[in-house]
């Protein structure tokens, strides 16, 4: 491999460990919206090594499905039910978590598989990012509400870098993207989606400390009454 697929593979093992990792931890707080959808992501990430290290065409094609997931559904739509848990008190059944997840990946195969919808998928992705984003802006607001102003701030540069992203995604190619070794656009949006898995774990955190009497739990609470 040469340098840039090097670097490519250890931004995609960076995500990879980072989605399993905080994936981990929402599924020990019995958190499944968010832990799954992180694994998810995760999965994607592990894909995308063999693509980069290989160029393997199955990798690729996997890794594409679940990015698509993702983006359209699983981070705007699973990933904020999952963070409404601490901030509206939403405790879905395991009817409902299985649902969140069948009929997103039943759409995203209508989403990666029918010509039609091709013209706009790229502002269909944008829109669902940006509807996040304003979501991720009110749990920031919640986090400096409850004196968590570093929290708030590391979130806020994870909101920033991954909206930033979700905007050049499918509407600007950086200058020499091909061959530039650190500044392309897979380096980027790879290590900015490790860091935004980080932040929104440590942000649910201390909101979820508030709502339990003490500082940052150590141990599992149930998600569900």
Known sequence: ????????????????????????????????????????VGISATNAIGYFATGNAVSYEVA?????????????IIAVAGLMAITHGYKPTVRQDVAAFVVPAALTFVLVGSDFVAPVLPYFYLTMWILLSIYLAY???????????LRA???ALGLVTSLGIA???????????????????????????????????????????????????????????
Request: proline fraction near 3%; glycine fraction near 8%; include cysteine.
């Open 1 to 40: 491999m040469d340098l840039r697929s090097v670097v490519l593979v250890l931004s995609s093992a960076l995500l990879a460990w980072s989605s399993f990792f905080h994936g981990w931890k929402f599924v020990k707080r019995r958190n499944f919206l968010l832990g799954l959808e992180m694994w998810i």
């Open 64 to 76: 594409h499905f679940f990015d698509a997931f993702s983006r359209g559904f699983g981070m705007p």
């Open 139 to 149: 749990f920031i607001k919640r986090l400096l509400e409850i004196g968590e102003t």
């Open 153 to 155: 701030l590391a979130l």
């Open 167 to 225: 905007g050049i995604y499918d509407f600007y190619k950086i200058p020499g993207d091909e061959t530039n070794v650190f500044f392309n656009f897979y380096t980027l949006a790879l290590c900015s989606w490790a860091y935004l898995m980080a932040a929104i774990y440590h942000g649910y955190c201390a909101i979820e400390g508030t709502k339990s009497g003490g500082a940052v739990l150590k141990s599992p609470t149930p998600y569900r009454s």
